[in-house]
């Protein structure tokens, strides 16, 4: 059933079966080619300021050269950064690349142990933050192997007077700056200058290197590197611009970028994808301010954006967001977690464009599924494989299985990462002997090769997009003196799909919900917090005594 691709027959025009993933060796030979096209043209605007390719040339290859030149890093070694969507991150991605260096994405909210993990694990030597999270670098960089820390201020790269205003409403007017101390920090404005001095080395990048490392949790609750090399982001950029270039104009598009760059969705897909085409990425840095981000449109003629179903159902609430101006956006883009219906029918009725939804995974660069972008309505579907793509349903024994039948879908093409960083025994647990990737989802394919996820095989939780792992919550929980057992599941909700709820058995009689939420505010980021708090005599297990997530599960729902 593998050499069958009945989807192929589905593929809208244009749409080629297979991609050359060979035109580019590497992603900065993509975005050498889009600088030596469209070096005037606007690339990336945040916050009022806008960066020509050209500027992006120019400063990537300055940053590149501090870290080559003044750092003295090799080739290879990891550069973490941990920053919201501002113009500092692809000037330091793209240097990071250019060096032959791979990125580690840190996420900006992550807490202190969660940041001491991903920079031990991946062994980062050199960390960019903005200073709005310098107190939680603070906590733990002398435990890391980080040997230059690098801070930046969100107004920084938007010129005088405005930097400086934008940087001293945050710090002495919002008060999101709290005090840090980082002695031996270098200003990210001043790597720049030391980079000019410096001359870029040739840096020979082969499309089996690491370009990212990017992290995900797993079921073990310990987040995991995924080894993302320049061959996977190339493959997944050619399959997804095969799939939404036929009506793409080079050059010209402003794709709205909402979704944290650091996230595997927004990056390629917007960052990437649209590097590509010549597009302007119109970074948001805070779309948890509605009203701000609807104002922002407002004034941004707009001709794609992507989102979670979240984001989308949090836009069609804010109030004059109908007065938007939609008549150029031909391309609206739904993943990282299911769109709903609901969700959908209003988006094409407010917008007249349908929310077209995706499915990946950040072990897939993501995309792997994609619905057409003729699609006249939302049907429920994760879409089609995408060119270079086999997609199965597998079952227990690993037999596929027949149109219509419920199994675990299994991805295979050129975009699937080369493993976990420094875990043999987990790639091996998702990566089979054929090479097929076992997403973890349980999923159906319809006779015309659609897919649809079922359910989760995992007992994982998705708030709002972002993966929650149960365990990673239970041991956090577990850390407290009064609990005496304690299981983490997901229950629906309708602002975030599904929050995270707690159910504990107790040791100290006095424990409180107010507790356990005030414990997991200090060592979960917000979208792993529990937001429901049941306490129980017992949990329900296994006759091996393995917690019944599942019945708690349903008892939630019931």
């Not at 920084?156 to 934008?166: A, C, E, H, Y």
């Not at 030391?194 to 990048?205: A, F, M, R, T, W």
């Not at 107010?514 to 060592?523: C, F, G, L, Q, T």
């Amino acid at each position: 059933m593998s050499n069958e691709r009945p989807w192929l027959a589905e593929y809208p025009e244009g749409v080629p079966a297979e991609i050359d993933v060979d035109e580019f060796p590497s992603v900065v030979s993509v975005l050498q080619k889009a600088i030596d096209t469209y070096r005037d043209r606007p690339a990336f605007a945040n916050l009022g300021k806008t960066l020509t390719y050209g500027d992006i040339d120019r400063l990537s290859r300055q940053f590149a050269a501090y870290l080559l030149g003044e750092l003295g890093l090799k080739k290879g070694d990891r550069v973490a950064i941990m920053l919201p969507n501002c113009l500092q991150y692809p000037i330091a991605i793209f240097g990071a690349l250019r060096a032959g260096l791979t990125v580690v994405n840190t996420n900006p909210m992550y807490t202190a142990r969660e940041l001491k993990h991903q920079l031990v694990d991946s062994g980062a030597s050199v960390l960019l933050v903005l200073d709005n999270f310098g107190h939680t670098v603070q906590e733990v960089i002398a435990q890391t192997p980080v040997k230059q820390v690098i801070t930046t201020g969100l107004g920084d790269m938007l010129g005088f007077p405005k930097g400086n205003i934008v940087n001293f409403v945050l710090r002495h007017i919002k008060k999101m700056v709290p005090d840090y101390s980082l002695p031996g920090a270098v200003r990210f404005r001043d790597t720049l200058v030391l980079g000019q001095l410096k001359q870029l080395p040739v840096v020979d990048i082969a499309p089996d290197d690491i370009a990212f490392l990017q992290y995900t949790g797993g079921t073990t609750g310990v987040s995991k590197g995924a080894m993302l090399t320049h061959r996977n982001l190339v493959a997944n950029m050619q399959q997804a611009s095969a799939w939404i270039g036929t009506n793409v104009k080079y050059g010209h598009e402003t794709i709205i970028t909402a979704l944290p760059l650091y996230h595997i969705f927004a990056l390629t897909a917007n960052g990437l994808v649209f590097m590509k085409f010549g597009g302007l990425n119109h970074m948001i840095t805070n779309p948890r301010d509605m009203p701000a981000f609807v104002k922002e449109l407002k004034n941004t003629p707009f001709t794609a954006i992507t989102g979670v179903n979240t984001l989308f159902n949090g836009l069609l609430n804010t109030p004059g967001f109908d007065q938007v101006d939609f008549s150029k956006l031909h391309l609206t883009l739904g993943g990282g977690m299911a769109v709903q219906r609901a969700v959908a029918e209003r988006w094409k009725q407010v917008t007249g464009t349908t929310l077209v939804e995706a499915y990946g995974l950040t072990e897939t660069s993501p995309a792997a599924c994609i619905n057409p972008m003729d699609l006249e309505e939302y049907n429920g579907a994760i879409g089609l494989p995408i060119p270079s793509t086999q997609a199965c349903v597998k079952d227990e024994n690993g037999q596929q299985m027949p149109v219509g039948e419920v199994g675990e879908l299994c991805i295979k093409g050129p975009q699937v990462m080369k493993g976990y960083w420094q875990r043999p025994e987990e790639t091996a647990n998702v990566i089979d002997a054929d090479g097929w990737l076992h997403t973890g989802d349980m999923a159906k394919m319809d006779e015309r090769g659609y897919f649809y996820i079922v359910d989760r095989k995992k007992d994982m939780i998705l708030v709002s997009g972002f993966n929650v792992y149960p365990n990673e919550v239970e041991d956090v929980i577990a850390m407290m003196p009064g609990v005496l057992e304690v299981a983490a599941v997901g229950v629906p909700d309708d602002k975030s799909g599904e929050a995270v709820k707690v159910v504990i058995v107790k040791k100290d009689p006095a424990l409180t919900a107010e507790d356990v939420k005030a414990h997991a505010r200090e060592n979960l980021t917000g979208y792993k917090q529990p937001r429901f708090v049941e306490f129980r005599t017992e949990l329900p297990k296994t006759n091996v005594g393995k917690i019944l997530r599942r019945e708690l599960r349903d008892a939630a729902k019931a």
